[in-house]
């Protein structure tokens, strides 16, 4: 295994990798081991977030932290800290404060139950930044897991429209196109402001926070792999739940970051009511039998047919 050493007083990393972690200790080593495998010429750090787990997440991430000293940066989080007044829920103070220690010019990021796979990922994004000043990030494809890692989709289809740059208009018209642990972007404060502490998820303000300074670049290949498991943020809430999120973190975009005069943030807002519709129909009016047939058609279809009436 190749990695690069780094020392808080000598050597200032040329990558900060943001780890945030909530009781995941069937998931954590893997996550790390996939991060320190990583092959570079640059010096790299992990800043990583443990935040007070319950099932001994906590003492796998002491143990790395103890393995690894000039790699590992271990931020204990206390859920009791008084900073945490304000935030909406319990996962932001973690992340945002996870944020503001790293150290690196480029920032990637990987939850604590998520992994890469491909030990070249870190090299070839910030080459691709290197070559590419105008982009404000790269990101690749990635593949889903089960909770024991067996692979369930080997390619997720990210983004739904391949193309060489994604925009800011993209996002706001599309919603979000690439999960967080596949991206590698530029560090500077807009990644995650202290609003973020009344957002029900954060990947959409980072994009939208980076994709200001310059577009995405996207690398045709699958180097990391999403985990699907019971204790996911996600796991257990309807759709109709996350449509109302996706409208919550629209509306804190918008106002601030100034784009509710853009086109492609009304398309974007006007897709997710629409969703939102669907959602209620199906939850509230449609009995069980028709609801479970429809359900089924709604997962591959509903969504694109919408898009196609709107754009």
């Not at 692979?151 to 999960?179: A, C, E, H, T």
């Not at 939208?208 to 996207?218: E, Q, S, T």
């Amino acid at each position: 295994m190749s990695k690069q050493r780094i020392a808080d007083t000598d050597v200032t990393p040329y990558v900060s990798v943001w780890v945030i972690t909530y009781n995941h200790a069937g998931f954590i080593g893997q996550c790390l081991d996939s991060i320190l495998m990583q092959k570079t010429d640059f010096a790299f750090e992990i800043c990583l977030g443990e935040d007070d787990s319950s099932d001994g997440t906590r003492e796998i991430c002491q143990a790395y932290a103890k393995k690894y000293p000039d790699i590992i940066r271990l931020f204990l989080r206390d859920r009791n800290d008084p900073a945490r007044r304000g935030c909406e829920g319990m996962w932001q103070f973690n992340f945002i404060e996870t944020f503001r220690a790293c150290r690196g010019r480029y920032i990637a990021m990987c939850d604590g139950d998520d992994f890469w796979t491909n030990p070249m990922k870190l090299q070839k994004q910030v080459g691709f930044l290197e070559h590419h000043s105008d982009c404000s990030g790269c990101f690749h494809k990635i593949s889903t897991v089960s909770e024991t890692g067996q692979i369930l989709v080997p390619d997720m289809g990210y983004p739904p429209k391949r193309q060489d740059r994604y925009s800011l208009d993209y996002l706001l018209r599309y919603s979000n196109f690439s999960p967080m642990f596949s991206v590698v972007f530029r560090n500077h404060p807009d990644a995650a402001p202290e609003w973020i502490k009344k957002a029900p998820f954060g990947d959409m303000i980072v994009h939208a926070g980076n994709l200001r300074h310059g577009d995405y670049g996207f690398i045709d290949q699958v180097m990391g792999s999403y985990r699907i498991h019971h204790g996911g943020l996600a796991s257990g809430t309807s759709r109709l739940h996350n449509v109302k999120a996706a409208l919550t973190v629209y509306r804190l975009i918008g106002r601030h970051l100034d784009l509710t005069d853009r086109p492609a943030f009304h398309m974007g807002v006007r897709a997710l009511k629409l969703s939102c519709l669907a959602e209620w129909v199906m939850q509230k009016i449609i009995p069980g039998n028709a609801k479970k047939w429809l359900d089924k058609v709604y997962g591959t279809k509903m969504r694109s047919r919408i898009r196609k009436i709107l754009f």
